[in-house]
């Protein structure tokens, strides 16, 4: 059965820190990566997504995320953090060709002007 | 383009009362699901719809929820009794399904707190 770890419950940064959460899933197949964003009182919406090709990808906002495949990773990051990036932030897959999508349990970022 | 809606954003309930959600997906968004989103975790899958078929629904509790999307749009969960267990945020998401590139849709959530 597929799986997501999502290490870091709880992060707290200053503005203009820089930002790696990560992200681990179990599956043997080939899958789809997304980087889901809740901000508060709004609705998850999507940050990023890898599907194929380059390994690094880039989203809205500054964010980047890189698929290692030998590591079964796909961390989240972004060079300087911003207040208002403050936010839970789900890591999710699903086997290729599928469309039932996996979550992490999430971690919630604070940033601190 | 008017997003997922959900309604009501908030219930409240006592335990053993009867509760239902519902949720409009994105037009021509062929594919709905139901998410459940407890306190500190991430969702999880409830339910997902093809059109009006239910094709996955191994994680709906089946002995006290059920779920509709009788004409293929619009969907209701509902849960009787509710149980205090039962509080939590539930998520309504659409997509494209086949034609799509994976993403989901969410809407803001019912968040449901049974006493």
């Known amino acids: 059965a597929q799986s997501v770890s999502q290490h870091n419950h709880h992060v707290i940064l200053s503005e203009a820190a820089s930002l790696e959460l990560g992200c681990n899933y179990s599956?043997?197949?080939?899958?789809?990566l997304f980087w889901y964003v809740q901000y508060p009182g709004q609705h998850l919406q999507l940050l990023l997504k890898?599907?194929?090709?380059?390994?690094l990808v880039k989203g809205i906002k500054g964010f980047e995320a890189e698929f290692i495949k030998s590591k079964f990773s796909f961390n989240l990051r972004k060079p300087s953090v911003q207040w208002s990036d403050t936010a839970e932030y789900f890591c999710?897959?699903?086997?290729?060709?599928?469309?039932?999508?996996?979550f992490g349990t999430g971690t919630r970022l604070q940033v601190f002007p | 383009e008017a997003g997922v809606v959900q309604s009501p954003r908030y219930k409240i309930i006592e335990k053993k009362q009867p509760v239902a959600f519902w949720c409009n997906p994105i037009?021509?968004?062929?594919?709905l699901y139901w998410y459940l989103q407890n306190l500190g975790q991430g969702p999880e899958l409830l339910i997902r719809?093809?059109?009006?078929?239910?094709?996955?629904d191994s994680q709906l509790p089946k002995d006290r929820f059920s779920a509709e999307r009788l004409k293929g749009v619009d969907s209701t969960l509902k849960i009787q009794p509710a149980e205090l267990g039962d509080s939590a945020v539930y998520l309504c998401?659409?997509?494209?399904?086949?034609?799509?590139?994976?993403?989901?849709?969410f809407g803001e959530g019912s968040r449901l707190t049974v006493l």
């Open positions: 890898y599907f194929s090709g380059d390994p």
């Open positions: 998401a659409s997509s494209l399904g086949d034609r799509g590139t994976g993403e989901l849709f």
């Open positions: 037009s021509g968004h062929n594919t």
């Open positions: 599956y043997g197949g080939t899958v789809n």
């Open positions: 719809y093809e059109n009006e078929e239910a094709v996955d």
């Open positions: 999710a897959v699903n086997a290729r060709g599928t469309d039932k999508l996996i």
